[in-house]
């Protein structure tokens, strides 16, 4: 028997491609194909024309479509009465496919509230969905420290604390808590000190009415002052906390590049690290043999650096050389920023007809009058207030104007032109709804460069979605070790908080 034709070399790099490797390449091709979509802003759907560039094929549909109908389309869950073109449906189903799946098996479905499963004093200045992050990612982090053997946790990007406090305390871990803004330490200090004398007050006192709670200990977090240096060698990674450049490295709580004081390694952790601070700590963990292991979620996307830095510095965005080397893979600070959306929250206000919805039609209304008035104020990343769409369009742009500069009193904020604007609020909710399509989709990209630069480096990684969507957008942590992960990661998705009281 004649042996198989060999496949031509495109078809074999593609077939030698891992999972990974060709998800993001489909997700490039799928974001290529809807790239003006990808970066329109909703503030030009006026004065840009945003609508007509939609695919003929889809605007009679949208133009009709119920914000229900909106809803299903955005969930693949359907709607009533849909009638959507094939095109768009394809469309639909290509970016939910491609996307990593969000949703939290052992989450509560439940809104998040205060937990009766924290102890009284953990949960003090911690609002209920930072309850529902820091208890889900100390269990991930507890089995880290099994696994791996360390017990020394650095926290970067500590802010107030609460999650430092949870590992110290509440699992008697030694950590060190990072920040670089010295009035956040100042405050996660005052509450670690408030925790210690309540912690003294009640020493030897049960609990009546219930069985008491897992004890707590009196160890508490140790929190420097300090920025990521991330050309530096994990020994003296910290700088100064306002030093705009290379100097004198702040005092390493780490003693030196074998890890802590006592020379073993040490867990880093990162809950929502902002911007280059997450492919900074991906790096210092890659290079570092200190660094046991990683569990980080990132967050502020539209802020990664996608132009060439320093020497030494990692690019923010792409990490891996996997996605570099794929053409199209640039991402606009807009496809960025997108990456953001709360895509749960929107399909919520979908189906529930949210007033919020309106605020976006006012929004564009209001750019659209700037642009007419100066055109040289377009996107000034204007704020008229959180509650601003309870307020007639009038209302708000006398709230809006003034922001640019502009007099109200000057201004034609209840024209005709206006008028047909607003009856367009429709459109411009449809148009949102196809750009929250694709918010996960460049996600999932990005954490997938996160997760090929970690394998490239010969690590163990996953991605995990850890919290529920529906309470912290950001929700998926990506977990990295030098040895396999499968006994940490084993029974996680089981873990929920009705489980071990802490």
């Not at 696994?147 to 590992?167: K, M, N, P, W, Y």
Request: glycine share 10%.
């Amino acid at each position: 028997m004649a042996a198989a034709p060999r496949p031509a070399p495109h078809v074999q790099q593609h077939l030698e491609q891992s999972p990974e490797q060709r998800r993001a390449a489909d997700i490039i091709r799928l974001l290529t194909l809807y790239r003006p979509l990808l970066d329109a802003f909703i503030i030009d759907f006026f004065t840009e024309g945003l609508w007509a560039q939609l695919p003929p094929a889809w605007q009679p549909a949208l133009a009709s479509a119920t914000p229900a109908q909106l809803a299903g389309l955005l969930g693949g869950r359907g709607g009533p009465g849909a009638a959507w073109p094939l095109s768009l449906l394809a469309f639909a189903a290509a970016a939910r496919a491609l996307a990593f799946r969000r949703g939290c098996p052992g989450g509560s479905p439940r809104p998040p509230c205060q937990s009766s499963h924290l102890h009284p004093l953990l949960r003090r200045h911690v609002k209920p969905k930072k309850q529902h992050e820091i208890q889900r990612l100390s269990k991930l982090l507890q089995r880290l420290s099994q696994a791996t053997g360390c017990e020394r946790v650095v926290d970067i990007g500590a802010g107030q604390g609460h999650l430092s406090r949870f590992l110290a305390f509440g699992l008697g871990l030694s950590v060190t808590a990072v920040d670089s803004d010295g009035r956040l330490l100042s405050l996660a200090e005052r509450f670690d000190q408030e925790l210690l004398r309540e912690l003294r007050k009640t020493e030897g006192l049960g609990h009546k009415k219930r069985p008491p709670l897992h004890p707590l200990t009196p160890r508490a977090p140790q929190h420097v002052a300090g920025r990521l240096d991330p050309a530096a060698p994990w020994g003296e990674f910290l700088l100064p906390p306002n030093s705009p450049g290379p100097s004198p490295a702040a005092q390493n709580p780490l003693g030196g590049p074998g890890g802590s004081e006592d020379g073993g390694q040490v867990l880093v952790t990162g809950l929502h690290a902002c911007g280059d601070l997450s492919p900074a700590l991906l790096c210092h963990f890659a290079r570092s043999p200190a660094v046991a292991a990683v569990a980080l979620v990132g967050c502020c996307y539209m802020k990664l650096s996608t132009a060439p830095q320093p020497p030494g510095c990692p690019l923010g965005y792409p990490l891996s050389t996997s996605v570099a080397a794929l053409p199209g893979h640039q991402l606009s600070y807009r496809a960025r920023e997108a990456a953001c959306h709360a895509l749960e929250e929107f399909e919520g206000r979908l189906r529930g007809g949210s007033p919020h919805l309106r605020a976006h039609c006012y929004r564009a209304v209001l750019e659209s009058l700037i642009c007419a008035a100066d055109p040289s104020k377009r996107h000034l990343g204007l704020q008229p207030g959180r509650k601003a769409h309870a307020l007639s369009f009038p209302q708000y742009a006398h709230l809006g104007l003034p922001l640019a500069g502009l007099d109200p009193a000057r201004v034609p904020v209840d024209s005709e032109a206006v008028g047909a604007m607003l009856e367009q609020q429709h459109k411009v909710v449809a148009f949102c709804t196809l750009g929250q399509l694709l918010a996960p989709v460049v996600e999932t990209l990005i954490l997938l460069d996160r997760l090929l630069y970690l394998r490239e480096q010969g690590l163990h990684c996953a991605l995990v979605p850890l919290f529920n969507p529906k309470f912290s957008p950001r929700n998926l942590v990506l977990v990295a070790a030098r040895t396999p992960l499968a006994t940490v990661l084993a029974g996680l998705d089981k873990d929920s908080e009705d489980g071990d009281s802490i």
